[in-house]
């Protein structure tokens, strides 16, 4: 591909971003030209169920920090420096504040494949090779409730949610990987969201 570049990166760099994600991969005997492919920014839609308007603060493990002054929304994020922390908050409810973890993105294995190991470094040091999910939910429960009633509402209202959400995602993840028993893992990951959920029977 043309004449060759060299890229330095700072050791400390590299070691601190991409350590843990080339312990999970392998690569050898690769040659060509690296290029980041999934870029250092994604957009995060925060979701409040039941609530608008809620003001929610997003922060990384590093500096990074990001706000969203009305939810629901989206808000662009800088990757790399995960866990990511969520927390909202909104009069008449409790603050509520929820951690994401990032995966590593599925396009960077192309780039890993395409560019060799030096492609996949550069992208872990940069940020580009991991994600944050797409959308991340935050329940925000009244401070009071009218009623015994009402509140029972809330939580079966929530746990519903966090178990159509769970089965849907591993169905998705399942099916992707070709895996087996798709329907059963499905059913499995929402009993296990059921009954992360108290206040509610499963």
């Known amino acids: 591909m043309g004449g060759k570049s060299v890229m330095v990166v700072s050791k400390e760099t590299v070691m601190s971003k991409s350590t843990r994600l080339l312990s999970i991969v392998a690569v050898a005997g690769l040659s060509g030209c690296g290029s980041v492919v999934s870029g250092t920014t994604q957009p995060v839609f925060v979701e409040t169920p039941k609530v608008s308007g809620a003001i929610c603060k997003l922060s990384d493990s590093k500096s990074g920090r990001w706000s969203l002054d009305f939810s629901p929304g989206t808000v ?30 599925g396009v960077t294995f192309g780039n890993i494949l395409i560019g060799g190991g030096i492609g996949f470094i550069v992208d872990a ?70 009954k992360a959920n108290r206040g509610t029977a499963c």
């Open 125 to 194: 040091a940069s940020g580009a090779a991991q994600r944050y999910p797409d959308k991340v939910v935050v329940w925000l429960k009244p401070e009071s409730f009218p009623d015994a009633l009402a509140e029972q509402g809330w939580h079966k209202d929530k746990r519903d949610f966090e178990m159509a959400a769970a089965a849907a995602e591993t169905l998705k993840a399942c099916q992707q990987a070709n895996g087996e028993h798709c329907e059963a893992k499905a059913k499995e990951a929402a009993a296990l969201a059921c």
């Open 76 to 105: 662009t994020v800088q990757k790399g420096d995960g866990p990511m922390t969520v927390a909202c908050e909104k009069g008449g409810h409790e603050p509520t504040a929820v951690t994401v973890e990032e995966t590593i993105a």
